[in-house]
């Protein structure tokens, strides 16, 4: 039976190490003996036992050696060592704790303390055991779900998002694009990558609202009647409408929600003020803009990155944050940011 305990135990002491060794396998325990420290280390590292009962006093290396050396290799740092020695000043066997040892016996000892203690320290290390293994089989498993969910997540919005550029193909990839700028932005900014990746989702989703706004509307060339526009306007509201009942861990709707909001209030579609209106919404602001005026429509030619930059860096903390003008046009200007789809 080898399921009592695979025990090491070590002892210069030819007597010493038989005595031990023979009342360890009378009481059922796996034994494996070593009668030097280098032996000893040599035999754990090949085949780490699940206690080790280790004599201080030895040539060469001491057990307190043996202990430092199985604590500092992974394959055996976690194995408990119990000191078994005729040392019985106190300060020796501080020493001895400080160096990771769980327990010390004092030889002569009593067949029976050190079977109990012998005893302890292999359920204590065996529950241990047992508990990291579960903490790690459930951390890895919550990683795998929650991956696969951010995966499908990412799948249903991109499906989502082109069901409308279907209808719209003046702003095909438009959402893609914007996803791309604000992310770059957010990056930036040094947000952190949960926040990042919640403003990609709504990103790319931002106009989803369109799709309840009349196709002949979206497609049409040319200006565009107040009552035409104001259609247009409430595809913020109706982008909300859609989103708001998917259990997102981000803002999503809200952010949807807020894309054309302005910080002096003059956005829609509730006129909110600089500190009401979300971060996130404010960098898809910003890179919706830049994004729509770089872009050509059938219906006129695009504006160019020189007009997109000036607009916004005009309407810095007027319309648009500054910070987030700022960074995006560093990354024009500066760092050669293009839109690669
Ligand atoms: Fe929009």
């Avoid at 050190?114 to 005893?119: C, F, G, I, K």
């Avoid at 309407?315 to 944050?321: I, L, S, T, V």
Wanted: charged share 25%.
């Amino acid at each position: 039976m080898t399921d009592k305990g695979k025990i090491l135990v070590v002892d210069d002491t030819p007597a010493s190490l038989r005595l031990l060794t023979d009342i360890l396998k009378a009481e059922g325990y796996e034994v494996r003996s070593a009668i030097s420290g280098e032996l000893a280390l040599r035999a754990a590292t090949s085949n780490p036992p699940e206690l080790v009962l280790l004599d201080i006093r030895m040539p060469e290396m001491d057990g307190y050696e043996v202990c430092r050396r199985l604590k500092a290799q992974p394959a055996t740092s976690n194995v408990p060592v119990i000191f078994v020695s005729a040392v019985s000043e106190s300060d020796e066997k501080v020493q001895g704790f400080e160096i990771g040892a769980v327990d010390f016996v004092t030889k002569p000892y009593q067949r029976n303390e050190l079977m109990a203690r012998v005893h302890t320290h292999l359920e204590l290390n065996r529950l241990r055991n047992h508990l990291e293994d579960l903490v790690g089989e459930r951390t890895a498993e919550l990683k795998e779900s929650e991956k696969k969910l951010r995966t499908s997540l990412l799948d249903s919005i991109t499906a989502l998002a082109a069901t409308v550029e279907m209808r719209d193909p003046y702003t095909a990839g438009h959402q893609r694009r914007v996803a791309q700028l604000a992310v770059a932005i957010a990056k930036d900014l040094q947000l952190p990558e949960e926040q990042i990746e919640g403003i990609h989702l709504a990103s790319v989703v931002h106009d989803v609202g369109k799709i309840r706004v009349p196709a002949e509307i979206l497609n049409k060339p040319g200006r565009l009647t107040a009552l035409e526009f104001s259609l247009i306007k409430e595809h913020a509201q109706n982008g909300h409408e859609i989103l708001k009942t998917i259990n997102f861990p981000w803002p999503i709707a809200q952010i949807v929600l807020q894309h054309h909001e302005r910080l002096d209030g003059s956005g829609y579609p509730q006129a909110l003020k600089s500190d009401q209106i979300l971060l996130e919404a404010k960098i898809i602001a910003v890179a919706d803009v830049v994004e729509s005026m770089i872009s050509h429509r059938p219906y006129r030619p695009g504006f160019g990155l020189e007009a997109a930059l000036d607009e916004i860096e005009l309407n810095k903390g007027k319309f648009f944050d500054s910070a987030v003008v700022e960074v995006c046009i560093k990354l024009f200007r500066e760092q050669g940011f293009n839109f690669s789809i």
